[in-house]
């Protein structure tokens, strides 16, 4: 670390914090930046102090520094030249004023686009989509490892709670090496954490990484790297954050009572003991080219082999896809038994491996106690994303769905059967009552986390939340009624509903076509009810059609699918994927009743999945209406 040759005090200073928004309206830049009048820097040149004596600020630096705490900081930078640059965040730049610090990132508001927060975080730089599909889900959820695994919620310290509310992302932080060992990081950043732009809801994340000036992170060793990363978390631990889990990630809350600011260090945990730097997603790509010259040869031959079995365009001549992988494993386990259980320099074993790379035979294969012995590597975490095979192959299925459909915006495919396959045979290897291969298959085929999703995917949740919010619709139409009874009153503004009912329909449509639509939205409140059914369309035309009410609805040409799209809209724009109001009430509800049925139920994945319950029922993937509101809009325009 280079010798202060500047004095830092913070009377000289100042800090400006500027937000821009980006072409995502949920995303923006936040930029912090310390800045010096040059006149200042000039008279205390190479740390000479002319006139005036060492303020508070300056001795609290040098306290730090002889406390061996060092500004050791996160930046991606190529060096320091670019302190100075023309500023892009304002149309003029203060030749008065030299910045000697600097804070960058993003600023992002999930609510604004729960349903594209993947695709959102994707596009600004690849460190925000690696913290995105690591502790978050396809709706900027935290993923539920880190809330119900006593293994991946490392202290607990952080929970459900980081689902919500906004998150400032740090990318870069910088101090001009002058300037360093003063305290000026620990103060920039504290004027960040004190901003107007974190409040007590709201949480700043970031990545411990290298400065600067030590070089890209490939030209250290492994020793000089933990190093680094040992004295950068130190530096932010000093600064009040924590570590989200058992990952990489540190976190800090806005709220002075959560309980990650009132964690000791002492108390936090480490990070998985391989993942300490680097890369963990490229270093699965090594899994091949760490086989060594041949797969009987070492170091990890059956690693390369059970990978090169499980590609698609592998050429089907190259050992072993000339011989079964289960001949393979018996052959190279013949001559070296012990290399079943061999871990790879990530920290993998083969049954990790084949796992992860959905290779059924290669995992029947590994679970053969005639291989294995009284050895077992199904609760092996001591790798680099600290997961057990079983964990590798359900997290890797996940991970793919979320990219599928978060990402790319394609509709949700049924989960790979090879990959539900291993994860079967390791359920059971493990002792768990999973029934036959075929039910297992079809009950997590959608990717339930509950065990309990009708056919795969309508969760107990999800089921709860609709049949609510059918109902209280139809209690709602029940006003409207009354209210269209009144004389002179025709408004179809004042029926419930009416805006998924297109224009056509409506311009004619009677008080009989009213109650039909109510009668409609009623069957498939009775369809909701029924647990060992979905609510799929043919289910509720069937109970339609024992109403006499619902004819005239009918006959007018209403479809059910109209009051389906509208109790899905009504309950998705009420869910934590919109306003939040229906969860806020139930929140309300359940802190004044004790058993209530809603804690009672189990949290899926699916538990917001509106997307992939829309498809299974039959529904159209985009939206419908709300036609009144765009018809009112055609007219003012018109006008």
Same mark, same amino acid.
Request: glycine share 8%; hydrophobic share 35%.
């Given at each position: 670390?280079?010798?202060?040759?500047?004095?830092?005090?913070?009377?000289?200073?100042?800090?400006?914090?500027?937000?821009?928004?980006?072409?995502?309206?949920?995303?923006? !830049?936040?930029?912090?930046?310390?800045?010096?009048?040059?006149?200042?820097?000039?008279?205390?040149?190479?740390?000479?102090?002319?006139?005036?004596?060492?303020?508070?600020? =300056?001795?609290?630096?040098?306290?730090?520094?002889?406390?061996?705490?060092?500004?050791?900081?996160?930046? !991606?930078?190529?060096?320091?030249?670019?302190?100075?640059? =023309?500023?892009?965040? @304002?149309?003029?730049?203060?030749?008065?004023?030299?910045?000697?610090?600097?804070?960058?990132?993003?600023?992002?508001?999930?609510?604004?686009?729960?349903?594209?927060?993947?695709?959102?975080?994707?596009?600004?730089?690849?460190?925000?989509?690696?913290?995105? @599909?690591?502790?978050?889900?396809?709706?900027?959820?935290?993923?539920?490892?880190?809330?119900?695994?006593?293994?991946?919620? /490392?202290?607990?310290?952080?929970?459900?709670?980081?689902?919500?509310?906004?998150?400032?992302?740090?990318?870069?932080?910088?101090?001009?090496?002058?300037?360093?060992?003063?305290?000026?990081?620990?103060?920039?950043?504290?004027?960040?954490?004190?901003?107007?732009?974190?409040?007590e809801y709201g949480f700043v994340i970031l990545l411990p990484g290298r400065t600067c000036d030590q070089g890209p992170e490939a030209k250290l060793s492994k020793a000089q790297c933990d190093d680094l990363f040992k004295k950068t978390t130190a530096f932010f631990?000093?600064?009040?954050?924590?570590?989200?889990?058992? @990952?990489?990630?540190?976190?800090?809350?806005?709220?002075?009572? $959560?309980?990650?600011?009132?964690?000791?260090?002492? !108390?936090?945990?480490?990070?998985?003991?391989?993942?300490?730097?680097?890369?963990?997603?490229?270093?699965?790509?090594?899994?091949?080219?760490?086989?060594?010259?041949?797969?009987?040869?070492?170091?990890?031959?059956? $690693?390369?082999?059970?990978?090169?079995?499980?590609?698609?365009?592998?050429?089907?001549?190259?050992?072993?896809?000339?011989?079964?992988?289960?001949?393979?494993?018996?052959?190279?386990?013949?001559?070296?038994?012990?290399?079943?259980?061999?871990?790879?320099?990530?920290?993998?074993?083969?049954?990790?491996?084949?796992?992860?790379?959905?290779?059924?035979?290669?995992?029947?294969?590994?679970?053969?106690?005639?291989?294995?012995?009284?050895?077992?590597?199904?609760?092996?975490?001591?790798?680099?994303?600290?997961?057990?095979?079983?964990?590798?192959?359900?997290?890797?299925?996940?991970?793919?769905?979320?990219?599928?459909?978060?990402?790319?915006?394609?509709?949700?495919?049924?989960?790979?059967?090879?990959?539900?396959?291993?994860?079967?045979?390791?359920?059971?290897?493990?002792?768990?009552?999973?029934?036959?291969?075929?039910?297992?298959?079809?009950?997590?085929?959608?990717?339930?986390?509950?065990?309990?999703?009708?056919? /795969?995917?309508?969760?107990?949740?999800?089921?709860?939340?609709?049949?609510?919010?059918?109902?209280?619709?139809?209690?709602?139409?029940?006003?409207?009624?009354?209210?269209?009874?009144?004389?002179?009153?025709?408004?179809?503004?004042?029926?419930?509903?009416?805006?998924?009912?297109?224009?056509?329909?409506?311009?004619?449509a009677d008080e009989a076509f009213h109650q039909g639509f109510r009668a409609v939205i009623y069957s498939i409140a009775l369809a909701l009810r029924m647990p060992d059914a979905s609510p799929s369309k043919a289910l509720v035309q069937a109970w339609a059609a024992?109403?006499?009410? @619902?004819?005239?609805?009918?006959?007018?040409?209403?479809?059910?699918?109209?009051?389906? !799209?509208?109790?899905?809209?009504?309950?998705?724009?009420?869910?934590?994927?919109?306003?939040?109001?229906?969860?806020?009430?139930?929140?309300?509800?359940?802190?004044?009743?004790?058993?209530?049925?809603?804690?009672?139920?189990?949290?899926?994945?699916?538990?917001?999945?509106?997307?992939?319950?829309?498809?299974?029922?039959?529904?159209?993937?985009?939206?419908?209406?709300?036609?009144?509101?765009?018809?009112?809009?055609?007219?003012?325009?018109?006008?």
């Amino acid at each position: 670390m280079p010798e202060p040759t500047a004095i830092f005090r913070p009377d000289d200073c100042e800090v400006t914090i500027k937000v821009r928004p980006t072409h995502d309206s949920s995303i923006a !830049d936040i930029s912090l930046r310390v800045t010096l009048r040059r006149s200042d820097a000039r008279s205390r040149a190479s740390g000479v102090d002319k006139g005036r004596g060492a303020s508070d600020g =300056e001795r609290a630096g040098k306290d730090e520094e002889e406390d061996g705490d060092e500004d050791m900081l996160n930046d !991606d930078s190529d060096g320091d030249e670019d302190m100075e640059d =023309e500023d892009e965040w @304002t149309d003029e730049e203060s030749t008065t004023e030299e910045v000697i610090a600097r804070i960058t990132g993003f600023k992002i508001q999930r609510a604004m686009h729960r349903d594209e927060f993947l695709s959102s975080m994707e596009e600004p730089t690849q460190e925000m989509h690696d913290v995105a @599909t690591t502790l978050f889900d396809l709706h900027g959820m935290l993923k539920p490892e880190f809330v119900q695994s006593e293994w991946h919620k /490392g202290s607990g310290c952080f929970g459900s709670e980081l689902s919500h509310g906004t998150i400032i992302y740090v990318e870069d932080m910088h101090v001009k090496p002058e300037y360093r060992t003063q305290g000026l990081g620990s103060w920039a950043m504290q004027r960040l954490l004190a901003s107007e732009h974190l409040n007590e809801y709201g949480f700043v994340i970031l990545l411990p990484g290298r400065t600067c000036d030590q070089g890209p992170e490939a030209k250290l060793s492994k020793a000089q790297c933990d190093d680094l990363f040992k004295k950068t978390t130190a530096f932010f631990y000093k600064n009040g954050f924590r570590r989200i889990g058992r @990952t990489v990630y540190l976190g800090y809350s806005g709220d002075p009572k $959560h309980p990650s600011r009132q964690l000791a260090v002492a !108390d936090d945990v480490p990070t998985n003991a391989y993942n300490t730097y680097g890369n963990a997603e490229e270093s699965r790509l090594n899994i091949v080219a760490e086989g060594g010259g041949g797969l009987g040869n070492p170091p990890f031959p059956l $690693h390369r082999g059970i990978a090169l079995a499980s590609l698609k365009d592998a050429n089907p001549s190259q050992p072993p896809l000339s011989q079964p992988i289960d001949a393979f494993i018996a052959f190279v386990h013949a001559r070296k038994p012990a290399i079943i259980h061999r871990q790879d320099s990530d920290g993998l074993t083969p049954l990790h491996v084949a796992a992860r790379v959905m290779n059924p035979l290669a995992v029947a294969t590994l679970l053969d106690l005639a291989f294995t012995g009284a050895e077992s590597d199904l609760d092996r975490r001591d790798n680099v994303d600290g997961l057990t095979p079983l964990e590798a192959v359900e997290f890797e299925m996940r991970k793919q769905m979320e990219h599928q459909v978060g990402v790319f915006s394609w509709d949700q495919q049924p989960y790979p059967e090879n990959g539900l396959r291993c994860a079967y045979m390791l359920r059971k290897a493990m002792g768990e009552a999973v029934g036959t291969a075929e039910a297992y298959l079809k009950l997590k085929q959608w990717g339930c986390t509950c065990g309990q999703c009708t056919d /795969g995917w309508f969760s107990p949740r999800l089921r709860y939340r609709m049949h609510n919010q059918a109902e209280m619709i139809w209690d709602l139409m029940e006003m409207d009624e009354y209210i269209r009874s009144l004389p002179g009153c025709q408004d179809h503004v004042l029926s419930t509903g009416v805006d998924c009912i297109p224009p056509h329909l409506l311009s004619r449509a009677d008080e009989a076509f009213h109650q039909g639509f109510r009668a409609v939205i009623y069957s498939i409140a009775l369809a909701l009810r029924m647990p060992d059914a979905s609510p799929s369309k043919a289910l509720v035309q069937a109970w339609a059609a024992q109403d006499a009410a @619902t004819k005239p609805y009918f006959r007018q040409g209403g479809l059910v699918d109209y009051a389906m !799209d509208y109790i899905f809209n009504y309950a998705q724009d009420q869910s934590l994927l919109g306003d939040c109001d229906w969860d806020d009430t139930m929140a309300e509800v359940v802190a004044d009743c004790e058993n209530h049925e809603w804690t009672t139920l189990p949290v899926c994945q699916n538990d917001l999945n509106f997307r992939l319950a829309r498809a299974r029922i039959g529904l159209r993937k985009a939206r419908p209406g709300p036609y009144f509101v765009r018809t009112v809009l055609q007219d003012e325009d018109s006008d």
